[in-house]
């Protein structure tokens, strides 16, 4: 019995997906989800769909797709309803408590009217008196106004905040006088004066208006999440000697001292050495593993152990795949030395980040007004 096979586009549909909402998860798991060549289409078959299927429910759950990659490569894809209910169970990003108080935060729609409300006197305001202003209006308590994105150090009021300026600016209920200075406008006073059913429905149209610079954010994010993908791949690829030098590059990169490769011959199981001063004195020893399977406790027991032979303190164990829950518990716990783990993904950021393996494909600038240009006489 032949397989049927839908391309990407169909695949993000019966998802539920938009096209590039689709395309951003399918490129990030293509390990999980690897594509049959068609001529020079990908398609993708049913177990695809049963992958993705389960990777919109944990994402569902407020889990990260860096979360959600790991704990495929840690546990496998989970296959069963029941699997799917541990995972969620024993990962959850957010617990109960924690979810209700991501709702109880104030949607865009919800903070139209009062920022306008704040601003009513007509005076300006720099971004961050009208979040404080708006918090106060509202009674948010520091907890709403302190949880963030996962992986993000934004918190989910400012970021509301600002598409909430946008829209209001942008439909002209608001208007920048001075950078990140905004003031309300006669259309502004008037919305607020306007019957409640007029109102909702122009906050509808103002819920429907888009931020160009967060498209381009999200944009932005995709191709560094692609780019991310091919790095780890190359990485995989590399010969493990220079998989070992690229490591020591970046972390002399980093400005964590001079490094070096070590001889392999009497390396002691350690395969970089930082040298965090021109003497000497304090050492930092790598360990790099071009691995695919998850690295557990064992592996990285071993390289304690290698770090207690140099009477080191202060170690990085790095791999192309990533780390097991008890390697993790373990290093947590260590008191007399130091260890970081690395990942795959993270070493690609790290290398992206500190300019390690790429280079630069194109260049865009954003440019705004500068208001105090036209200031004087």
Do not use: C
Request: aromatic share 8%; proline share 2%.
């Amino acid at each position: 019995m032949s397989k049927t096979y839908i391309n990407q586009s169909t695949l993000s549909s019966k998802l539920g997906w938009s096209e590039a909402t689709g395309r951003k998860w399918i490129t990030e798991f293509q390990e999980f989800v690897p594509p049959k060549m068609v001529g020079k289409s990908k398609m993708y078959d049913d177990n695809a769909y049963k992958v993705l299927v389960t990777i919109k429910q944990l994402s569902d759950k407020k889990f990260t797709r860096g979360k959600i990659l790991e704990i495929f490569k840690e546990e496998g894809v989970p296959e069963t309803v029941d699997e799917v209910e541990k995972i969620i169970k024993e990962y959850s990003v957010l617990d109960e408590l924690g979810q209700a108080l991501v709702d109880s935060i104030p949607s865009l729609k919800d903070l139209i009217i009062p920022l306008l409300n704040v601003m009513r006197d007509r005076k300006p305001f720099i971004a961050s008196m009208l979040n404080k202003g708006v918090a106060e209006y509202l009674s948010l308590t520091d907890d709403q106004l302190s949880i963030a994105y996962p992986e993000s150090k934004e918190t989910i009021f400012t970021s509301r905040m600002r598409a909430s300026r946008f829209s209001l600016q942008k439909q002209s209920y608001i208007e920048e006088v001075s950078t990140h200075t905004y003031q309300i406008t006669n259309e502004g006073i008037e919305l607020l004066n306007n019957n409640n059913v007029d109102i909702n429905e122009e906050i509808e149209e103002l819920e429907k208006v888009i931020d160009p610079i967060e498209v381009i954010q999200e944009n932005v994010e995709e191709i560094e999440e692609e780019l991310v993908n091919k790095l780890v791949n190359e990485l995989k690829k590399a010969h493990w000697r220079r998989l070992e030098t690229i490591v020591v590059e970046l972390l002399t990169a980093m400005g964590y001292g001079d490094g070096q490769v070590t001889q392999r011959t009497n390396d002691g199981g350690l395969d970089g050495i930082i040298k965090e001063d021109k003497l000497g004195l304090d050492n930092i020893y790598v360990q790099a593993k071009r691995w695919e399977n998850t690295v557990g406790r064992p592996e990285v027991m071993s390289f304690s152990g290698a770090l207690d032979a140099k009477a080191a303190r202060k170690g990085i164990f790095i791999t192309t795949s990533s780390f097991s829950k008890g390697a993790e518990e373990y290093v947590e716990r260590l008191e007399s030395k130091k260890i970081i783990l690395i990942g795959g993904r993270k070493l690609a950021r790290l290398m992206i980040e500190n300019d390690i393996g790429v280079s630069i494909k194109k260049k865009i600038v954003l440019k705004e007004i500068d208001f105090s240009y036209f200031d004087g006489e």
